[in-house]
């Protein structure tokens, strides 16, 4: 691995050199909602030719910025509900919209994740949504969370079902989110009143 440049400070190796790149992609992201390799490079002090050692394309490049901030996500999501539910001290129900409501509102609004939902992107990724191993994930993440969901009948297959609804409600915010589009508390009451009574029974 070359380390000229990096602003006087190379990378050990080249999973930090990666890492490093992504984290100034999504920085240009954040600041104007695009970039290019050539404004990365100028970022972190390399040339474009170090950047296309680790990332052959500009599509690449944000393709795994995409791929970072999911990563992201799942770490942002179980920290935020896990607060959500002690400060209001929400049950399952909370829980499930709080979920939904979360994670739609950041592939809406993060620049990295929106470029899942860029034109000729959003049908495979919506389509993904509900992949056996997407929901694998989701049935992953309940388990971080402070609730008892066997006392509330999700157990086995149950909890893949309600995994599976809980993506397909996503999924279909995705694909039209209304006109106009709610507000993260309009959002948020819409799914109390149709989402949550599943888990009220």
Same mark, same amino acid.
């Given at each position: ?13 080249? =999973?930090? @050199?990666?890492? +490093?790149?992504?984290?100034?992609? %999504?920085?240009?992201?954040?600041? &104007? /909602?695009? !970039?290019?390799? *050539? ?70 609004? =993060?620049? @990295?994740?929106? +470029?899942?939902?860029?034109?000729? %992107?959003?049908?495979?990724?919506? &389509? /993904?949504? !509900?992949?056996? *191993? ?68």
């Amino acid at each position: 691995m070359r380390t000229h440049g990096w602003r006087g400070q190379p990378p050990s190796d080249a =999973d930090e @050199a990666r890492a +490093r790149i992504l984290t100034a992609t %999504r920085t240009r992201l954040s600041e &104007a /909602g695009t !970039t290019s390799t *050539s404004e990365v490079a100028e970022l972190i002090g390399v040339t474009r030719q170090t950047v296309y050692r680790y990332f052959p394309t500009t599509g690449d490049l944000l393709n795994a910025a995409a791929a970072d901030a999911v990563i992201g996500l799942e770490a942002q999501l179980i920290k935020h509900v896990v607060e959500h539910l002690a400060r209001t001290g929400g049950d399952a129900a909370d829980a499930a919209v709080e979920i939904v409501a979360y994670v739609y509102e950041h592939l809406r609004d =993060d620049p @990295a994740l929106n +470029r899942l939902m860029a034109p000729g %992107r959003i049908s495979s990724t919506v &389509a /993904g949504l !509900t992949t056996p *191993s997407a929901i694998a994930l989701g049935r992953d993440w309940l388990a971080h969370f402070p609730v008892d969901w066997e006392a509330v009948g999700l157990v086995g297959e149950a909890q893949a079902e309600f995994v599976e609804h809980l993506l397909r409600t996503l999924q279909s915010f995705v694909v039209d989110p209304g006109e106009p589009a709610r507000s993260g508390a309009e959002l948020r009451a819409y799914l109390q009143r149709w989402l949550a009574p599943a888990l009220r029974r």
